[in-house]
């Protein structure tokens, strides 16, 4: 499949909501035009002006909502549909494109241990949604990790690149503990400063 390419510092996973603020020419006709295209990490570059270098593996994005503003800019919030890998791009006007081939999900069972994972990472943040959790998320478990995780974007890029429940397990860990520590570093009293 032949795809318009958004190159970004950010990584989409499928299921997840992106909302983008439009303002470049080239992404505005993309707009325009209704079509799905993929987002891809930057791996370097700038998102503005020339085109950077990207990731193999991006997400195949869908528009879900589109408000044209006055001066032709675009608010947009894009919806992951699934992953795909890069085989070629080319750099034709307005926008760059890419020939890419689907990837497959994830095994299609979330272990019991990814849930309980994602579940306790939530209401860490303050969100209770263990009705919804439960193994019969399958392979949305893991997209659903990373697109929560407030991870570096090369960890969350692995993580889309690898679809491997094991691995946001890991991840997941790592950020509850985290976590944890800071929370025990908020109930230490701060250390008298003076400027004198």
């Known amino acids: 499949m032949v795809l318009p390419l958004f190159p970004l510092h950010t990584v989409l996973f499928p299921g997840a909501v ?28 700038r998102e503005v002006g020339s085109v950077p270098q990207v990731h193999e593996v991006g997400t195949v994005a869908t528009l879900q909502e589109v408000e044209a503003l006055p001066d032709g800019r675009y608010n947009i919030v894009a919806r992951g549909l699934h992953r795909f890998r890069l085989l070629s791009t080319a750099e034709p006007a307005p926008y760059l494109l ?5 990837l497959e999900d994830p095994p299609p069972e979330a272990g019991p241990r990814l849930v309980a994972l994602l579940d306790e990472y939530l209401q860490l943040h303050g969100l209770a949604v263990a009705p ?17 995780l407030q991870a570096e974007a090369p960890k969350r890029q692995a993580l889309l690149e690898s679809g491997d429940p094991a691995f946001a397990e890991e991840l997941l860990e790592a950020e509850i503990e985290r976590i944890r520590r800071l929370g025990h570093l908020q109930n230490v009293p701060p250390v008298g400063f003076s400027p004198n």
Do not use: C, M, N
Request: charged share 30%; proline share 2%.
């Open 132 to 148: 919804q959790l439960s193994t019969a998320l399958g392979k949305r478990a893991v997209w659903l990790a990373g697109a929560v």
């Open 18 to 45: 992106l909302p983008l603020h439009i303002f470049e020419e080239r992404y505005r006709q993309l707009v325009r035009e209704g079509r799905d295209f993929g987002v891809v990490l930057i791996r370097e570059g």
């Open 98 to 102: 890419g020939e890419a081939e689907v």
